[in-house]
Every structure is written in structure tokens, then in C-alpha cells.
């Protein structure tokens, strides 16, 4: 799952790097244009050129990426690069899932992690152990048993050349059994107790790996939202700018310097979408259950799940 979204979100960083280069190349163009014309210096032209040459070095970065994260979803999925290519050819969209269906009831979710469950086994095999073991703690009192003889053998009490101390001798090796007993019984109690700290132990480990899985969510969403107020009031801010340029009342490295928020906004958002999807990833695995089908939906439009 994170190899898909960093996979997407690269695929996204490239489709908006090159959006950006061609209004950046634009731009050259025109300050080239008014250069020749002598309504701008070479200043001009060698900062629009340098911030052309800075975005396309960011491209080959992402692409490289891009293709890294490909290269790891074949390996992952035993295919080969040109499959993953095949099979996401469509749809950059960072992908995105409804978190209300894991966030509603945490507690009943913990309850499915696999070292909970283990952990509530080994506490029930140790209360069937104590239990077992109470059971044994007295002795079957049989006549047979008491004398060390079988059913048949009871007769043989009856006989004239049994003694007394002979009878008296097998009266008490069952009372003598008992301080072994009562060992056996102390060490399933101690068992019990230590499975149950055990369980105790691994479900406090998983609510506050949950507890703080939800809380880091949930920061990254507020994150990506005043990301996306930002991005936002930068793409607003590039357009003034384009305005009082074409009026005269602001220079050309202000205008690119507006250009250069928007880029660096509209990158930090789309790193904000992807980072709210890892973290969403890592809260499905904390509680320890995979995310329905029918809650995945793509986070921009397209094909992205």
C-alpha cells in the first residue's frame, strides 16, 4: 500500500512539474519577447531561464522516483515493471480511503489484531491448564487406590496375613502427594497470572499504538487542509501578480517569486495528500484490519485507487 501511494504521488509530482515548466517556458518566452523590445533586462531573462531549468531538474527527480517505486510494486508483486505499468496506465490521483469505517468503533476493530488474539489464546490454554490442575488437586479416593491394589486385590485385605502397618503405610502415600499437588496448582496459578499481564500488556501496547495511529490522522488531515487553504491563496496571489505586472506595478522577480510559492504550494499539498494516506495505511495496520473495498475511493478524480 505505501509503495502504491508513493508511487502515485511521484506520478502526481511529474504531471505537475510538467504543467508547471510549460507555464514557466511561457513565461520566458515572453520575457524574451520583451527583452528584444527593450521592456526587459537580461536580468529578466536569466531568472525566468534559471527557474525553467530548476523545474525540469525536478522532474528527472520525480521520475526517477517514479520509476523506483514502480520497479518495487513488481517486486512486490512478483510481476514485472512493464505489468505495473499496464495496469496503472490511467489516473495519477493520489489514492484515498474513508477513515469513519475503522475510526467508529476502535474498540470492537483491536479486538481482530493478531497479537490480541494470540494473546487472549494463551490466556484461556493457561485458565484450562489451572482449571485442569485444580481438578487434580485431591486425590481419587478409592478403596483400590488408597491400598494399591485393583478392584480384585480388595479381597486380599480380608486375609488373615495382612498386617495393619502394611495397610496403615498405603493410607498415607496419597497425603503425602499432596505438597506436589499443591506445587503443581501454584505453578498454573502463577501461569494464569502471567498470561493474563501478558494479555493485559499487549492490549495496553495496542491502544496507545491506536490512540496514537488516530491522533496522527487526524493531525495530517488538519495539515493537509490548511495545505490546501495555502496552495489556494498562492495560486490567488500568482494571478494579482500577473495583473499589476501587466499595469506596471510590480517588477518581474516579484511575478516569478509568486510562481515559485504556487509550484512549492501545490507540491507540499500533494506530499500532505499522500502523507494522510500512509497514515491512514499505518492506523489500519495498528488496529490490525484492511479497509473495506467499498470504502476506497481515489483522492483527486481519476483512477486512482
Given at each position: 500500500?505505501?509503495?502504491?501511494?508513493?508511487?502515485?504521488?511521484?506520478?502526481?509530482?511529474?504531471?505537475?512539474?510538467?504543467?508547471?515548466?510549460?507555464?514557466?517556458?511561457?513565461?520566458?518566452?515572453?520575457?524574451?519577447?520583451?527583452?528584444?523590445?527593450?521592456?526587459?533586462?537580461?536580468?529578466?531573462?536569466?531568472?525566468?531561464?534559471?527557474?525553467?531549468?530548476?523545474?525540469?531538474?525536478?522532474?528527472?527527480?520525480?521520475?526517477?522516483?517514479?520509476?523506483?517505486?514502480?520497479?518495487?510494486?513488481?517486486?512486490?508483486?512478483?510481476?514485472?515493471?512493464?505489468?505495473?505499468?499496464?495496469r496503472l496506465a490511467t489516473g495519477d490521483a493520489i489514492p484515498a480511503a474513508d477513515p469513519l469505517a475503522v475510526l467508529r468503533s476502535p474498540a470492537d476493530v483491536l479486538a481482530a489484531?493478531?497479537?490480541?488474539?494470540?494473546?487472549?489464546?494463551?490466556?484461556?490454554?493457561?485458565?484450562?491448564?489451572?482449571?485442569?490442575?485444580?481438578?487434580?488437586?485431591?486425590?481419587?479416593?478409592?478403596?483400590?487406590?488408597?491400598?494399591?491394589?485393583?478392584?480384585?486385590?480388595?479381597?486380599?485385605?480380608?486375609?488373615?496375613?495382612?498386617?495393619?502397618?502394611?495397610?496403615?503405610?498405603?493410607?498415607?502415600?496419597?497425603?503425602?502427594?499432596?505438597?506436589?499437588?499443591?506445587?503443581?496448582?501454584?505453578?498454573?496459578?502463577?501461569?494464569?497470572?502471567?498470561?493474563?499481564?501478558?494479555?493485559?500488556?499487549?492490549?495496553?501496547?495496542?491502544?496507545?499504538?491506536?490512540?496514537?495511529?488516530?491522533?496522527?490522522?487526524?493531525?495530517?488531515?488538519?495539515?493537509?487542509?490548511?495545505?490546501?487553504?495555502?496552495?489556494?491563496?498562492?495560486?490567488?496571489?500568482?494571478?494579482?501578480?500577473?495583473?499589476?505586472?501587466?499595469?506596471?506595478?510590480?517588477?518581474?522577480?516579484?511575478?516569478?517569486?509568486?510562481?515559485?510559492?504556487?509550484?512549492?504550494?501545490?507540491?507540499?499539498?500533494?506530499?500532505?495528500?499522500?502523507?494522510?494516506?500512509?497514515?491512514?495505511?499505518?492506523?489500519?495496520?495498528?488496529?490490525?484490519?484492511?479497509?473495506?473495498?467499498?470504502?476506497?475511493?481515489?483522492?483527486?478524480?481519476?483512477?486512482?485507487?
Open positions: 500500500a505505501r509503495a502504491y501511494i508513493d508511487y502515485r504521488l511521484q506520478r502526481a509530482l511529474i504531471a505537475l512539474t510538467t504543467r508547471t515548466v510549460t507555464a514557466q517556458e511561457d513565461t520566458l518566452r515572453i520575457t524574451r519577447d520583451r527583452f528584444e523590445f527593450g521592456m526587459a533586462s537580461s536580468l529578466d531573462v536569466e531568472r525566468a531561464s534559471a527557474l525553467v531549468s530548476q523545474t525540469r531538474s525536478e522532474h528527472a527527480v520525480a521520475s526517477e522516483a517514479a520509476d523506483a517505486d514502480r520497479f518495487r510494486l513488481a517486486y512486490l508483486l512478483s510481476t514485472t515493471p512493464e505489468d505495473i505499468t499496464a489484531r493478531p497479537d490480541i488474539r494470540a494473546a487472549e489464546a494463551r490466556y484461556a490454554a493457561m485458565a484450562a491448564r489451572r482449571d485442569g490442575t485444580a481438578g487434580l488437586r485431591l486425590p481419587a479416593l478409592s478403596l483400590s487406590g488408597l491400598v494399591g491394589l485393583d478392584a480384585g486385590g480388595i479381597g486380599s485385605l480380608l486375609n488373615g496375613g495382612t498386617t495393619i502397618a502394611s495397610v496403615a503405610a498405603a493410607l498415607v502415600l496419597p497425603v503425602l502427594d499432596f505438597g506436589r499437588r499443591r506445587a503443581e496448582l501454584d505453578a498454573a496459578d502463577s501461569q494464569l497470572r502471567e498470561a493474563g499481564l501478558d494479555y493485559e500488556r499487549v492490549v495496553r501496547g495496542a491502544l496507545q499504538e491506536t490512540q496514537t495511529g488516530i491522533v496522527s490522522y487526524l493531525q495530517g488531515q488538519v495539515r493537509e487542509r490548511e495545505l490546501g487553504r495555502a496552495m489556494g491563496a498562492a495560486r490567488r496571489a500568482a494571478e494579482l501578480s500577473q495583473l499589476q505586472y501587466r499595469e506596471g506595478t510590480l517588477s518581474q522577480l516579484e511575478v516569478l517569486d509568486a510562481a515559485r510559492t504556487v509550484y512549492q504550494a501545490e507540491r507540499d499539498h500533494a506530499r500532505a495528500l499522500a502523507d494522510v494516506s500512509a497514515r491512514l495505511v499505518s492506523l489500519h495496520r495498528q488496529m490490525g484490519v484492511a479497509p473495506a473495498s467499498s470504502a476506497m475511493a481515489s483522492g483527486g478524480g481519476g483512477t486512482g485507487r
